[in-house]
T-cell receptor, first 114, second 110 residues
Framework: DAGVIQSPRHEVTEMGQEVTLRCKPI?????LFWYRQTMMRGLELLIY????????DSGMPEDRFSAKMPNASFSTLKIQPSEPRDSAVYFC????????????FGPGTRLTVL | DQQVKQNSPSLSVQEGRISILNCDYT??????FLWYKKYPAEGPTFLIS?????DKNEDGRFTVFLNKSAKHLSLHIVPSQPGDSAVYFC?????????FGAGTILRVKS
């Protein structure tokens, strides 16, 4: 298996623009997680899905952030409008239903908002 | 509200010696504790875990110790190798959510 795939790997955009980050989880995994890593806050969970259904979005910082999972093999994290403080590395991870402690992370998307 | 804390931002160890990374937590409801390792430009990868009902788990050169009364866990790497140089994240879980510490940068000098 190719592992968790994220695109793009790097994104540079200007304040106010819409940003869409993409994730393809490992086939057969039931859970999908979105994380954000910053120097100030470390690695924090934004939202997670089970069988394509959002379960907990309490980590989403603001209404500017939204996430969808239209099918088992694809998820998006959208920021609209983007702000410089959104600059971070965003990770997607997936896991099996009975081993959500063992999550498989993608390589991340480094987002820079100018 | 940091529920999982790694108070040492970095650690430097000589090759062949023991590396000890520490982690403290505040929530007694956590039921699993884990260590993840992260290399630059890659995502974190699972390293080792321990259930809250155990006090030690060993996997090759890696051993995790859990002291529930002190709400403290540690990762021992023996012997340390240059390839172990990475960022190590401590994490705790309750249900399906992981709460991560800020990470400790380990440098193993050859």
């Amino acid at each position: 298996d190719a592992g968790v795939i994220q695109s793009p790997r790097h994104e540079v955009t200007e304040m106010g623009q819409e940003v869409t980050l993409r994730c393809k989880p490992i086939s057969g995994h039931d859970y999908l997680f979105w994380y954000r890593q910053t120097m100030m806050r470390g690695l924090e969970l934004l939202i997670y899905f089970n069988n394509n259904v959002p379960i907990d979005d309490s980590g989403m910082p603001e209404d500017r952030f939204s996430a969808k999972m239209p099918n088992a093999s694809f998820s998006t994290l959208k920021i609209q409008p983007s702000e410089p403080r959104d600059s971070a590395v965003y990770f997607c991870a997936s896991s099996l239903w009975d081993r959500t402690d063992t999550q498989y992370f993608g390589p991340g998307t480094r987002l820079t908002v100018l | 509200d940091q529920q999982v804390k790694q108070n040492s931002p970095s650690l430097s160890v000589q090759e062949g010696r023991i590396s000890i990374l520490n982690c403290d937590y505040t929530n007694s409801m956590f039921d699993y504790f884990l260590w993840y390792k992260k290399y630059p430009a890659e995502g974190p990868t699972f390293l080792i875990s321990i259930s809250s009902i155990k006090d030690k788990n060993e996997d090759g050169r890696f051993t995790v110790f859990l002291n529930k009364s002190a709400k403290h866990l540690s990762l021992h790497i023996v012997p340390s190798q240059p390839g172990d140089s990475a960022v190590y994240f401590c994490a705790a879980s309750r249900g399906h959510k992981l709460v991560f510490g800020a990470g400790t940068i380990l440098r193993v000098k050859s």
